[in-house]
DNA sequence: TAAGGGTATATCAATCGCATAAACAACGAT
DNA sequence: ATCGTTGTTTATGCGATTGATATACCCTTA
């Protein structure tokens, strides 16, 4: 494993933390101890949580809403209730897995493992565009044409990122000048022909008959 | 009803499938079904896998790394072994759950939530109207029938938007007319019926005998 | 069965939106 | 200081879209 992930641990029972923080450690994970809710709506920086349900400043389970409410970490629950509704009550409330206690080390570090390739498979998925000889990395910033990189201007390169970050959807013409140019310029659509204009001339093979950055007549433009 | 979701269903006992087939199906799910390893090689088109480990023809979890090759669909495994070890193989071989037999069925579908929350499938759910080949997907603005993409006029665009925020849904001409026209054009209900017409032509298979743009007669105008 | 309100389709000209070119100013790099 | 790149403006040709007109259609009711 190249760099380490930080996983957030939420337990209060020494019991419990004495015995996984060590061994979270030994597996090459850096962990944040949060004792109770207080402390765990402070942490930051954390890739997943570990969220034990039995918290002494309220139920565990209120974690996962707040949490949710800003982000889309990962979020492994313990809990030493059996009961069905709980577990179908925390994985809908955006919970990504229950674990019930007893549970075995192996198993928790296997979960613990599905959950983080998860987020890096989506992440590498909304990360990477190609189309045709095209690529398009979106974590670098950086596009290539037939392997050898096109170097594009700034506006051209937030217009092409932006219509990358969701690949096939049409973005209308106020939707790119706003977020491009700025909420002062959703009018003047004939920056966007010309600088469009641009980008075929660099990205596509037969500027005059489009394949990659197509026009939605009227509405706007997208990615194929 | 939006865009149905197909579940993959690896399981040759007919107690379980007996059970989830029309379990799943009531749940909003297209189930497609297969008894063993060589009938679950040959599925394709589905968006997740629950896989019973204990097939005839073979080791269940030789079909996990077998769909790795390939895809990233989430696989949800069913199990009756409690041996921790053979969970932590699964996971380990690529699965993203492991559920002991027996298990409820609120929970099963909970954690199949979880899986396809995680791919974004979901999300694509309510922003997604289906009838018979069409593929409206609101999300992207984009509008297909047999797989290919149609290509709307704005006017026909902003008609099927409309009409696909709300499928099933009655829309009165005045309703239409003031959202894509404006304010001004509520009595112009001759334009309705020109782009309702051009629309059916690029949408409907028979025109004359609409199926999916239906007239409510004297009131407005509907998807199916 | 005939009448009438409401609806569908064809055709066509005017208009609108898009792509491209050319010209120029502003800016940074060498 | 000069060159090259980038951002902006203006102008023009072309094709798609639209709205108007005219005609044909269908269902309901008397």
Redesign the interface.
């Known amino acids: 494993m190249s760099q380490q992930v930080t996983l957030l641990l939420v337990e209060d029972d020494p019991g419990v933390y004495q015995f996984l923080l060590p061994a979270l450690s030994a597996h090459g994970y850096r962990v944040q101890h949060a004792r109770d809710l207080a402390q765990a709506r402070e942490a930051n920086g954390f890739a997943m949580v570990i969220l034990d349900l039995g918290l002494p400043d309220g139920q565990g389970e209120q974690f996962i809403p707040h949490l949710r409410g800003f982000s889309d970490v990962p979020i492994l629950v313990l809990s030493a209730r059996q009961d069905?509704?709980d577990?179908?009550h925390c994985?809908?409330l955006g919970?990504?897995?229950y674990l019930m206690k007893p549970f075995?080390l192996?198993?928790l570090?296997?979960?613990i493992?599905?959950a983080l390739r998860?987020t890096a498979?989506?992440q590498m998925?909304d990360h990477v565009y190609q189309h045709q000889s095209l690529v398009i990395n979106r974590a670098t910033g950086m596009v290539s044409k037939q392997g050898a990189i096109l170097h594009l201007s700034p506006i051209e390169h937030a217009l092409l990122m932006l219509l990358a970050s969701?690949p096939?959807?049409?973005f209308t013409h106020s939707q790119l000048l706003a977020q491009v140019w700025g909420p002062d310029y959703i009018d003047d659509t004939h920056y966007l022909r010309i600088h469009i204009g641009r980008l075929r001339a660099k990205l596509e093979d037969q500027p005059s008959s489009p394949q990659t950055l197509l026009t939605?007549?009227?509405?706007g433009y997208?990615l194929a």
Chains 1, 2 share one sequence.
């Open positions: 069905e509704l577990k179908v994985l809908n919970a990504d897995d075995g192996q198993e570090l296997a979960r493992q599905v998860r498979i989506m998925r969701k096939g959807t049409i939605e007549l009227g509405i997208r």
